[in-house]
């Protein structure tokens, strides 16, 4: 287990800025919902809002996995083969959404940063197990890219959306005061 104690600090760093900005997003949110709401919004939320949630809750959990005193590799990393396996199976339903959703037409930075880095992080997660047998050094490198891939999207995600509803949605609110 030398392998995994390497990490600890890494892991402990990464997910507790993710469970820090898990409370961030419900801080903004709730700071958000006076606001009116406008028809398809809640699908709107649910293909934008609730995939950064996700992918912080992913590096958490996944933080906790590896930190956890496993007394071999393989628990850890079927663990975290299943977790990418969630992901991957979650950017389908998201990628859906996305495309179902009305109130907002999704641009190339919306789909790179809501489906497509998500599903490589996911995928990299997923691939890695195979790896961590025989090559559990690189294996864990590839797990911790996933990691630092998934906060750094949830990051870029959250701002998008608070600058989305503070400029757009004001700028929307004005024209309808005219």
């Known amino acids: 287990m030398t392998a995994f104690a390497g990490w600890e600090n890494f892991y402990v760093i990464v997910g507790s800025s993710a469970g820090a900005l898990i409370g961030l997003q419900f801080v903004v949110i709730t700071l958000i919902a006076n606001r009116p709401i406008a028809s398809g919004q809640a699908l709107a939320g649910a293909a934008f809002a609730t995939p950064t949630v996700f992918h912080f809750g992913t590096v958490l959990l996944l933080s906790a996995i590896l930190v956890a005193p496993w007394h071999g590799v393989v628990t850890a990393t079927v663990l975290w083969g299943l977790l990418g396996l ?93």
């Open 86 to 178: 969630v992901g991957i199976g979650y950017e389908i339903i998201v990628a859906r959404r996305m495309r179902r959703q009305t109130i907002y037409t999704p641009e190339f930075e919306d789909w790179l940063f809501h489906v497509l880095l998500p599903f490589a992080a996911y995928g990299t997660l997923t691939t890695s197990i195979y790896a961590a047998h025989t090559y559990l050094r690189d294996a864990l490198f590839g797990v911790g890219a996933a990691a630092l891939l998934l906060l750094f999207i949830g990051i870029h995600n959250a701002w998008d959306a608070v600058t989305y509803h503070i400029f757009f949605r004001t700028e929307e609110q004005d024209e309808r005061k005219q």
